[in-house]
Structures are given as structure tokens and as C-alpha cells.
């Protein structure tokens, strides 16, 4: 059905994708998989016409059912590609939040798909727009037609995305990493739906992840890309199975596992933090969807305490109150019944996603020395000199394992590694005995990830931190965590060490999360 033939594309004179050529087939799901940077994205965006201008494909064709609609040294031919846009072809983004618009109700924007693409009366567009959203696992329709983006789940709005992209039942669907920041059990009910559209309506996917497992399950044939370069390719069990290339059994080995995990012994006697009979609530008119109007409580009695040099791992679906919980403890949602008793100065937060954290007008040098900064206006003692400002901040840089050369960069200039290992830096920089990493490395290839799992395993062991460690990815906390915390509808359901709640678990919704990661 489609053909991409010896395909380059350059940025700012540098080729971001080299001579690759791909070929999808009706019905079929072709999986590419890669490290950041590898010209994943760059590949589908060139299929989909979305490229920014600053990118030249410099050579190589696309071919749509015989017809080119890409050529290289051609520029795009847009009305061309308004024939294909939406209706022969479509995209479900990575990120739902930044891809919808947060000024317009889902509903409407879904809609515009119809209005662009076919001739329908208005109450026929909207039915139309709620039997999809019904067909996509959508429950309350009406009520989602309605809302606004941040009044969603994230498995909502990966949903809505999903709604819009099969709406016109388009033969080709691009998913570019479309489960990255969900829980296990989300993810799975998308990739249980994708495979749905994919046999019902017998449409092709072009399926972009870095998470090789999810390719493994879901995907008919599966390309790596290395460098911008195609370097292996075959059924998915040839790449997984029997793959040829150095590369690829390396993507494959850093895959987090239940195996060869470190034993750590902790000495649990006086606590960095300790959260006793905590309940946290939203304010009237706070809430999120279908809750407006009155309080809504989000956590339930809990009761925990964190010790130095320990990592505690809290997991549970979207939704469940982690970081409802996460915020309480750090004082950012004071609006709470219970007790948060803090034995360390200052602690700090890992965000999920440090391209929307970092400051993006700002070096990396003066990032790192705002916490500095802050710290001196809380407490005039710990003022420093602008020298020993920098000072600290190289060595933090150095810790981080980057490079004096990074020090006047800015964020849109480093890779997602590089910013995540910056946010890091930017948390430990004050020496706090406590860090809230809230999904760290969610949004990170498996080799990048594996690289900064280890980081903060090293500063924990120098630095003597304690973290509270929330993923999604039950391997990821596996590897990472001493103990593990579950949640549930607000509550803790579960908690113990984390051998034994991966060999015996207690709770049944333990049991359910552990078995849906294996699954």
C-alpha cells in the first residue's frame, strides 16, 4: 500500500534520516523501534506530510497505492496531500495534552474532522462523534463531548486522539509512541483497542515506541532505526527472537527485567519522612471531570514512612491519587486532613517531563543555580558568592555525567536524556535527604532509560537520598525500589518489600497490575 524509497531529510544541513526505505502492506502492523534521535518520528512526520520547514528531504519518494506524493528536492505538494490528510491517512500523537487544543471543548475538535472531509448536517456530525467516542472504550460520552482537555484522564485523552484519528476510517493510522505516559493497565486496554481497529477495519499502522515489549505484542513485522539508518528488519519474532545485529540485542538487554536485581540492605529506624492519616482533597470548583461543584477527596487515610537511602515505589492506575499523594507531602496541595512530618530540609521533585519543567529561555548553568538561589532567599546563611554558584553547579553537571560544554545550553538544544539528567542535577543540587521522582524515566528510550536508572541509583549512594519513586513500569520499580507502595481509588492497598510483593502479593489488585506487566 505504501512505499518509502531511499528517503533522506536534513536539519540545518545535518541528514536526520539516511536512504531509508520502508514498505507497509494492507492490514498489517509494522512496528519501528529505535533510541531518540533515531529518525522514528522524522520518518512518519515526511509519510504525513507534517514536516516543519526547516527540515529538506533531500532525496527519496513516498508512494500512496502507486501514487507519489512525496518527492525528494520537491517541495510539499499541500493540496496534494489534503486528499490524503485525515481521511486516506491519519496520526495518533504521543502527547494528547500538547496535541489537542486546551481552549476547545474534545467534542468540537473531533468534529472539525468531519467538517473538513465530508458533508453532514450538524446533529449528525455530533452522533456521529459519540458512537466513535462509544467505539473507543469512552464511557459518558456526552459528558467527554463536552469537556475540555485537562478535564480528562490521560487514558481519556489518548482515547479522544484515537476517536479522531479513526473517525473517517483512514487506511493508514501513524501511532507515534501513543502509551508512553500511561499505566500498565490503561496501556494495555490501548493496545487491546488498537489491535480491535486494526482487525475490524483491516487498516494499516505505522506503530513508533521505544518500549520494545509493547512492539512484541502488538506489531506484525518490526524495523530498528539507529542513527537515522534502518538496521534490522523482520517478523517480530526474527527481532526479538533471533535478531542479527549487535544493536538490536542490545535495545533488547536493556529492556528493564525481573532479573538481576540488587539486594539493599536499609536501616529503617529514623525516617526522612513520615505521612500519618494524610487524607488530601480538591477545593470546590478545583476538581476534575464530572466531580465540579463540591469537595472531592482524592486520598484516603494513608500511612507510610520513607528512611534515609531509600527508594519507596508507589504504583497504581491513572487517576488512583498518586500524585495527589506526591503533592500533599511536598506542601504544594495543602488543602489536607492528617499529618506530613518532614525530617529533611527542602525537598525536591523529578517531573515526569523536564522539557515542560526546565525553564526553556534559560541556560542550563543558571538552572542549575536557581535552587541555590532559593535556598539563600529562605535562609540568608546559605548565600553564596557567584563563583561558588558555578562552582557547585559544574561539579552537579560533572555528577550528572555531562559535559562543561552544556553549561550555556538551553533546554531545546539537548536531547531527552540530557534535559532528564539537568532535572536530576537541578533536584540533588541542594543536597536534600528527600526527591519525589514523579516518572522520571517514562518518556525515555530503553537505553537512555537503563543509563539513568543507574545515575540515580549512584547519587543515592553517594548523597544518601531517599525517593519516592512513582512509574507505571512495574520492571522499572522492580529494578529501582527497596520497597513498593500500591494505590487504588485514593488508597493503599498494599505495602511491603519489594521481593516479596512481586513473589506473593496480597491484595488482588496487586495481583492484577503485576500480572497485566507480564502480560
Known amino acids: 500500500m505504501i512505499k518509502i524509497e531511499n528517503l533522506t531529510v536534513a536539519f540545518d544541513g545535518a541528514d536526520a534520516v539516511k536512504h531509508v526505505s520502508l514498505e507497509l502492506y494492507d492490514g498489517e502492523i509494522l512496528g519501528v523501534v529505535g533510541e531518540s534521535g533515531s529518525g522514528k518520528s522524522v520518518t512518519a512526520l515526511t509519510l504525513m506530510g507534517l514536516l516543519n520547514e526547516e527540515a529538506v528531504v533531500k532525496e527519496g519518494r513516498v508512494i500512496f497505492d502507486g501514487e507519489v506524493?512525496?518527492?525528494?528536492?520537491?517541495?510539499?505538494?499541500?493540496?496534494?496531500?489534503?486528499?490524503?490528510?485525515?481521511?486516506?491517512?491519519?496520526?495518533?500523537?504521543?502527547?494528547?495534552m500538547t496535541s489537542l487544543n486546551p481552549t476547545q471543548r474534545v467534542g468540537k475538535q473531533v468534529e472539525e474532522m468531519l467538517k473538513l472531509h465530508r458533508e453532514m448536517k450538524s446533529a449528525e456530525r455530533k452522533n456521529l462523534v459519540l458512537q466513535t467516542f462509544r467505539s473507543v472504550g469512552l464511557k459518558r460520552p456526552e459528558s467527554v463531548y463536552d469537556s475540555f482537555p485537562h478535564q480528562l484522564s490521560g487514558g481519556m485523552r489518548q482515547r479522544v486522539m484515537i476517536a479522531m484519528a479513526v473517525i473517517l476510517n483512514p487506511r493508514l493510522i501513524v501511532a507515534d509512541e501513543p502509551t508512553t505516559a500511561l499505566d500498565v493497565s490503561v496501556q494495555n486496554q490501548i493496545i487491546d483497542l488498537l489491535r480491535e481497529i486494526n482487525k475490524t477495519h483491516n487498516n494499516t499502522m505505522l506503530f513508533i515506541t521505544h518500549d520494545l515489549n509493547l512492539a512484541k505484542r502488538l506489531c506484525h513485522r518490526v524495523v530498528v532505526m539507529r542513527d537515522g539508518e534502518v538496521v534490522e528488519s523482520g517478523t517480530a519474532e526474527e527481532i526479538f527472537e533471533h535478531p542479527r545485529e549487535d544493536?538490536?540485542?542490545?535495545?533488547?538487554?536493556?529492556?528493564?527485567?525481573?532479573?538481576?536485581?540488587?539486594?539493599?540492605?536499609?536501616?529503617?529506624?529514623?525516617?526522612?519522612?513520615?505521612?500519618?492519616?494524610?487524607?488530601?482533597?480538591?477545593?470546590?470548583?478545583?476538581?476534575?471531570?464530572?466531580?465540579?461543584?463540591?469537595?472531592?477527596?482524592?486520598?484516603?487515610?494513608?500511612?507510610?514512612?520513607?528512611?534515609?537511602?531509600?527508594?519507596?515505589?508507589?504504583?497504581?492506575?491513572?487517576?488512583?491519587?498518586?500524585?495527589?499523594?506526591?503533592?500533599?507531602?511536598?506542601?504544594?496541595?495543602?488543602?489536607?486532613?492528617?499529618?506530613?512530618?518532614?525530617?529533611?530540609?527542602?525537598?525536591?521533585?523529578?517531573?515526569?517531563?523536564?522539557?515542560?519543567?526546565?525553564?526553556?529561555?534559560?541556560?542550563?548553568?543558571?538552572?542549575?543555580?536557581?535552587?541555590?538561589?532559593?535556598?539563600?532567599?529562605?535562609?540568608?546563611?546559605?548565600?553564596?558568592?557567584?563563583?561558588?554558584?558555578?562552582?557547585?553547579?559544574?561539579?552537579?553537571?560533572?555528577?550528572?555525567?555531562?559535559?562543561?560544554?552544556?553549561?550555556?545550553?538551553?533546554?531545546?538544544?539537548?536531547?531527552?536524556?540530557?534535559?532528564?539528567?539537568?532535572?536530576?542535577?537541578?533536584?540533588?543540587?541542594t543536597h536534600p535527604g528527600f526527591i519525589v521522582a514523579d516518572e522520571p524515566?517514562?518518556?525515555?528510550?530503553?537505553?537512555?532509560?537503563?543509563?539513568?536508572?543507574?545515575?540515580?541509583?549512584?547519587?543515592?549512594?553517594?548523597?544518601?537520598?531517599?525517593?519516592?519513586?512513582?512509574?507505571?513500569?512495574?520492571?522499572?520499580?522492580y529494578q529501582m525500589c527497596d520497597r513498593i507502595m500500591v494505590m487504588k481509588d485514593g488508597r493503599i492497598v498494599e505495602i511491603g518489600d519489594t521481593e516479596e510483593i512481586f513473589t506473593n502479593p496480597q491484595n488482588p489488585y496487586t495481583k492484577d497490575i503485576l500480572y497485566l506487566s507480564q502480560a
Not at 283 to 312: C, M, W
Not at 333 to 357: A, C
Not at 445 to 457: F, G, N, P, R, Y
Request: charged share 25%; glycine share 6%.
Open 247 to 429: 544493536y538490536t540485542k542490545r535495545l533488547i538487554e536493556a529492556v528493564p527485567s525481573r532479573m538481576n536485581r540488587k539486594k539493599r540492605e536499609i536501616i529503617r529506624e529514623n525516617p526522612v519522612v513520615e505521612v500519618r492519616d494524610l487524607s488530601v482533597f480538591y477545593k470546590e470548583g478545583d476538581n476534575s471531570l464530572f466531580t465540579a461543584g463540591r469537595n472531592h477527596q482524592v486520598v484516603y487515610d494513608a500511612n507510610f514512612a520513607i528512611y534515609p537511602g531509600e527508594s519507596l515505589g508507589l504504583v497504581g492506575e491513572s487517576g488512583c491519587g498518586k500524585s495527589s499523594l506526591s503533592k500533599a507531602i511536598l506542601g504544594i496541595n495543602q488543602n489536607i486532613e492528617g499529618r506530613v512530618e518532614q525530617y529533611t530540609l527542602r525537598p525536591q521533585m523529578i517531573f515526569q517531563d523536564p522539557y515542560g519543567s526546565l525553564n526553556p529561555t534559560k541556560t542550563v548553568g543558571w538552572l542549575l543555580q536557581e535552587p541555590l538561589r532559593a535556598a539563600a532567599r529562605i535562609d540568608k546563611s546559605k548565600a553564596m558568592s557567584k563563583s561558588q554558584m558555578e562552582e557547585m553547579a559544574y561539579d552537579m553537571l560533572h555528577k550528572v555525567g555531562m559535559k562543561d560544554k552544556y553549561f550555556h545550553r538551553k533546554p531545546a538544544q539537548l536531547s531527552g536524556g540530557q534535559r532528564q539528567r539537568v532535572s536530576i542535577a537541578q533536584a540533588l543540587i
Open 69 to 96: 506524493i512525496r518527492e525528494g528536492g520537491k517541495p510539499l505538494d499541500k493540496k496534494l496531500y489534503r486528499k490524503y490528510q485525515g481521511e486516506k491517512m491519519s496520526m495518533i500523537f504521543q502527547e494528547p
Open 441 to 477: 524515566v517514562s518518556a525515555l528510550d530503553v537505553t537512555i532509560q537503563a543509563q539513568i536508572m543507574e545515575l540515580m541509583q549512584k547519587l543515592q549512594e553517594e548523597m544518601k537520598v531517599a525517593y519516592l519513586f512513582i512509574s507505571h513500569d512495574i520492571n522499572v520499580v
